[in-house]
């Protein structure tokens, strides 16, 4: 056994097919332009590899330090925040949303109808701060987000009223109060939907701290952590890092859809997004893994407590139920079989329904296929970040999980 393999109980020779399957099954092939995977075990860097292009247009090389939009992989972080704050005895979780924010007193859901002829009802309890926390408010995504049309009467309400993460200027403030004259869909606590609910705990952070959400983000976990390249836009000086984004064509081939050069994200953000503002690197959004794993400490720096963390990534569906029995629409950065969800964080609770390895891990992922999880039992944190959208196209944490757990000889 070598060395590596003695700090990290994995073999180094089988961590070598994660390269020979990534380039031979999506870069040769030409389904992704390009990618980074960072592997950490026992808290010891096991594996780290770049592969193709970070922007084919001008022939530009993945590396180490590229930044990519990491889009719902902002979710985690931003939960995390939220709970810092409760760690400070600012909130409890059953308290109402509307505690902070007052003009969601009148919410309702809604019942029939679309227009001018839709039918509402009172809401059977206000929305909880852990209904936001764990997409079971009611909100929607408002068919807002790429390839997610409208599907809904309730979608076109948030149309009329331009209530959006991508794309708008609005201050959190705004969007809240845009937010809280739109129908719920469900009853809160009742079902699963991903939705604008994290955005809404960015702007929960930023109410109840009274500081700007991204500067509470800066100096509360960017800072401490040394995640010196995640931003909600890419400095000037930092463009040249900056990797394009794709997207899957109808006839499979790779078609340009953010240009590095002329992105949005080169500025900076109108809307603070804390569902999916985030840029970031492989290298950064690591470091904020192995906190994760580590209960909640990196380096001597502690975010979170570990008992906290313990309660975000249990899960939380009623009845200990799985996301197949209660989730409603297609649209998710997960597969529901033997998944549960907490407070930020999917989990597997049952490896048999999922047929996948890593029981008791916990994770999630962004649009633009980035994925991570964290295996607190292995000791394990993984990073996977390319630019493809949109996320469901291809199953790479499955693929990954494979080869990864395949390669454990502890």
Request: aromatic share 10%; hydrophobic share 40%.
């Amino acid at each position: 056994m070598d060395a590596q393999s003695n700090w990290t109980g994995l073999d180094a020779d089988r961590l070598e097919r994660i390269g020979e399957h990534l380039q031979k099954q999506y870069i040769d092939k030409g389904r992704i332009a390009g990618c980074q995977i960072a592997v950490t075990r026992h808290g010891h860097p096991a594996y780290n590899a770049v592969f193709g292009s970070m922007d084919l247009e001008r022939n530009k090389p993945m590396q180490e330090d590229t930044i990519f939009r990491i889009y719902s992989m902002t979710k985690p972080i931003t939960s995390v925040a939220l709970m810092t704050l409760f760690e400070r005895g600012m909130f409890q979780l059953e308290d109402p949303v509307q505690r902070f924010f007052p003009e969601w007193k009148n919410q309702r859901v809604w019942v029939s109808g679309e227009g001018d002829d839709m039918v509402t009802a009172p809401l059977d309890r206000p929305v909880s701060i852990r209904d936001v926390l764990t997409h079971m408010s009611g909100l929607t995504y408002g068919g807002g987000l790429p390839g997610v049309g409208i599907q809904h009467p309730v979608d076109k309400v948030y149309r009329a009223l331009k209530v959006r993460s991508l794309g708008s200027t609005d201050s959190l403030s705004e969007f809240m109060t845009k937010l809280s004259q739109v129908p719920l869909l469900f009853q809160p606590g009742t079902k699963w939907m991903y939705s604008l609910a994290t955005d809404v705990c960015g702007a929960l952070v930023e109410r109840i701290s009274g500081v700007p959400f991204d500067k509470y983000l800066q100096d509360v976990i960017f800072d401490p952590l040394g995640m010196v390249d995640t931003a909600f836009h890419v400095a000037p000086e930092k463009a040249h890092r900056f990797a394009s984004n794709y997207q899957r064509n109808a006839d499979k081939t790779l078609g340009l859809m953010d240009d590095a050069g002329t992105s949005a994200y080169l500025k900076p953000a109108g809307f603070l997004s804390g569902g999916g503002g985030l840029t970031g690197t492989c290298a950064d959004y690591m470091r904020f893994a192995e906190m994760l794993r580590r209960g909640g400490e990196l380096d001597g720096v502690r975010i979170i407590g570990p008992r906290t963390l313990d309660l975000m990534t249990r899960n939380h569906l009623p009845g200990d139920q799985d996301l197949t029995e209660i989730a409603l629409g297609s649209f998710s950065e997960t597969a529901n079989s033997g998944v549960g969800f907490g407070l930020g964080f999917a989990s597997t609770m049952d490896v048999v329904s999922t047929g996948t390895l890593g029981e008791g891990d916990f994770y999630w992922g962004g649009a633009a296929s980035t994925i991570f999880w964290v295996d607190p039992h292995e000791e394990l944190s993984v990073v996977f970040m390319t630019q493809l959208m949109p996320s469901g196209t291809f199953n790479f944490r499955g693929q990954l999980k494979n080869i990864i757990y395949s390669a454990m000889v502890d």
